[in-house]
C-alpha cells in the first residue's frame, strides 16, 4: 500500500486589525457646533429679509400665534398630516387624468400645495421666532421693531434648537422644533398667510370692524323704529 502524502498544514490566517469606530470627537462636537452657529446666522439673515418685505402681515401671524397658541399649534399638526395626505392622494387621480388625456390639472395642484406647506412652515418658524424676539429684544426706548425681533428671535431660536439637538441626541432638539413649527404653521393657515386677522372680526353695515363694545346710541336707535305711542310709553 503506498504511502498517504502528508497533508500540509494551513496557511496562518493573518488577523484583521480591529478598527474601532470613530468617536465623537472634540474636532467633530466642534463642527458640529459651527454648522448650529451657520444656520442661525442664515435664518436669522432670512428672518431679518421677512420682516422688512412683509411686517404688517408678520405681526398678524405673530399676534395670532401669541394669544392663540393652543388653537394654532392643533391646526399646524392638523395641516402638517392634511397637506401631505392631499399631495399623496392626488398622485394616483393626476396620473388617471393624464391616462384619459383631460389634463396635468393634478401636478399643479400638488406642486403648489407643497410650494405652499414649505412656505407656510418657513414663515411659522420665523414668526415664532420674532415671537421669542419680542420677548426678549423688543423692549426699548423706540418701542417694538419687529425687524430687529425677527432677525435675533429666529436666530436665537434656531441656535437652541440646534445645540439642544447636539447635546440629547436630537431628542429635545426635534421636539421643540415640533412645537414652535406647529404653532407658526398653525398662525399661518389661520391668517391665510398674515392676510386676515383671527379670529375674524365682524363688519358693521359701513364696512368697519366692530369693536365688540355697547354702542352709545344704541336705545336711542332701537326708539327710532317704534312707533311714536310705544316710544312715549
Known sequence: VPEVPAVPAMPEIPAIPHRQAPERGFRHFT?????????????????????????????????????????????????????????????????????VCIGL??????????????????????????????????????????????????????FITGMLGLISFGVIGALITFVALSIGLGAVALTQFGMKPFPRRRRTQGGTPSSGGIDPDKYETVLGTLPPEDATA
Open 105 to 158: 390639472l393634478g401636478f399643479p395642484i400638488m406642486f403648489l400645495l407643497g410650494l405652499a406647506l414649505v412656505v407656510g412652515g418657513f414663515l411659522g418658524w420665523i414668526a415664532v421666532g420674532t415671537w421669542l424676539g419680542m420677548r426678549l429684544f423688543g423692549r426699548g426706548k423706540d418701542g417694538d421693531h419687529i425687524v430687529r425681533s425677527a432677525a435675533l428671535g429666529t436666530g436665537l431660536l434656531s
Open 31 to 99: 463642527a458640529e457646533v459651527f454648522g448650529v452657529f451657520a444656520g442661525s446666522l442664515l435664518f436669522g439673515f432670512l428672518g431679518l429679509m421677512t420682516a422688512a418685505i412683509m411686517p404688517n402681515q408678520l405681526r398678524q401671524i405673530v399676534t395670532t400665534a401669541r394669544d392663540k397658541s393652543m388653537v394654532s399649534g392643533m391646526a399646524g399638526a392638523l395641516t402638517a398630516v392634511a397637506v401631505p395626505s392631499l399631495i399623496i392622494l392626488l398622485i394616483p387621480l393626476s396620473i388617471i387624468l393624464t391616462f
